[in-house]
């Protein structure tokens, strides 16, 4: 293969590539126009119902007592207090020592048990409901007051704009889809250069 040739070939791919990424980037198409936001009132929905939001949450409960008046323990604190009581003084007294021990016994089983019962627990779901208001605070869109070049006009849009609102052949582009094809072809152009 000759220079020229092999020089050619060369030039030629070239010249295919940079017809390529010419291709590639719009020169027929301007950066997007835009309108200036003057001002900016939300729209609210004040005059829905709201509505009931549940959920399941976990909880704690006293567990069930099969012994709800805490009789063994009770009789258990009797026992053991009599039988204590009954080691103390001798005669008349042993007896009354025995008595008094049986009566505090009984008592202090009672409690014993009663705090036993009361720490009990067992967990389980519970549902719980609230009373909720559907949206964003009940913003359901905006009231926009725009300048595009003399004009100054009021729109309602779906979304708060920001300082401006793109403009495409003269039209407004009002929504959340719109405006972020031309947000995404905007940064595609500066990725390009």
């Known amino acids: ?76 604190g009797a026992v053991a207090g009599g039988l204590l009581g009954s080691q103390i003084g001798s005669g008349g007294g042993k007896k009354l020592a025995a008595v008094a021990g049986a009566v505090a016994g009984g008592y202090a089983g009672n409690k014993i048990q009663e705090t036993m019962q009361a720490r009990n627990t067992q967990a389980g779901p519970e549902t719980r409901c609230d009373s909720v208001a559907d949206g964003d605070d009940g913003v359901v869109g905006y009231d926009v007051k725009y300048r595009l070049g003399q004009e100054v006009g009021w729109v309602r849009m779906d979304h708060q704009p920001g300082a401006r609102i793109p403009v495409r052949n003269g039209r407004l582009l009002l929504t959340r889809e719109e405006t972020s094809a031309v947000s995404f072809q905007v940064d595609k152009r500066l990725c390009l250069s």
């Not at 939300?42 to 409960?61: H, L, M, Q, T």
């Open 1 to 76: 293969m000759s220079k020229a040739m092999i020089v050619g070939v060369v030039l030629g791919a070239v010249g295919l590539m940079a017809s390529g990424v010419v291709s590639a980037y719009p020169l027929d198409e301007r950066e997007p126009e835009y309108a200036d936001v003057l001002a900016v009132q939300p729209i609210r929905d004040d005059g829905g119902a709201p509505r009931e939001a549940c959920r399941e949450v976990e909880v704690s409960r006293p567990a069930q007592v099969a012994d709800q008046h805490q009789i063994a323990g009770t009789l258990i």
